[in-house]
């Protein structure tokens, strides 16, 4: 890593810390520079708007995620099971990394034109996170019929990919609720801030992925 590259991941880095542990509001040019221990001008050699930083660490924050779901994944032999593995990883990120989790999503940096000549849109790293979620649902569905007796009924369903959509929509909201205290109040449950716990979870992560795929047959 040549000393350019090397000072501009670690601007990335302090724009990483700056978020997880103040929000997005709290990532500036200024601020990433103070921290750094470098002149006031040096980030814009590398983000040349505030835009671009915020990009760069949301790009980041999904470079985590994949990590995480890569390991979350390990081990599991079958594609429901991945997906529970996902759904967990995913909805865990959201609630313990609220300020990274909400950075990734925002709509002017999703929107947004590339804000580097070297660097795609952030938009363009949500397609793997999507495209492994849909891979696992048209799985999901082999699996189901390899077992299905040859007179059962037949639930081609919609394709994959809206099926995908659905489930991943259902998980992200589900975790924006919860974060909120929205689905605590709904469920009669105590408003209690942070994550829920494991039970609670796992209950919710099983009935988004029934109502999506179907309830686990034996």
């Known amino acids: 890593m040549t000393e350019e590259s090397s000072l501009r991941e670690r601007l990335i880095d302090v724009g990483v810390e700056l978020v997880l542990t103040e929000g997005s509001a709290s990532v500036g040019l200024r601020d990433i520079a103070r921290r750094a221990g470098v ?29 995480m779901f890569e390991a979350a994944v390990t081990g599991v032999p079958t594609a429901r099971g991945q997906l529970e593995a996902l759904a967990r990883a995913y909805v865990g990120y959201a609630l313990e990394r609220r300020g990274m989790f909400e950075l990734m999503w925002r709509h002017d940096l999703l929107d947004g034109a590339a804000q580097a000549s070297d660097q795609p849109r952030l938009r363009e790293s949500t397609l793997p996170l999507f495209g492994h979620f849909t891979g696992l649902v048209a799985r999901c569905r082999s699996e189901r019929d390899a077992t299905r007796h040859a007179d059962g009924p037949n639930e081609a369903g919609p394709p994959p990919a809206v099926t995908a959509a659905a489930l991943w929509s259902n998980l992200h909201g589900m975790a924006q609720l919860w974060a909120w205290g929205s689905l605590q109040l709904a469920l009669g449950a105590p408003p209690l801030d942070g994550a829920p716990d494991a039970t609670q979870r796992d209950r919710l992560i099983a009935a988004v992925l029934d109502a999506h795929l179907g309830p686990v047959t034996s």
Not at 44 to 62: E, N, W
Request: aromatic share 10%.
């Open 39 to 67: 002149s006031h001008g040096a980030p814009r050699r590398y983000f040349p708007t505030h835009h671009a930083l915020l990009s760069a660490v949301g790009r980041r924050g999904f470079e985590d995620l994949a990590a």
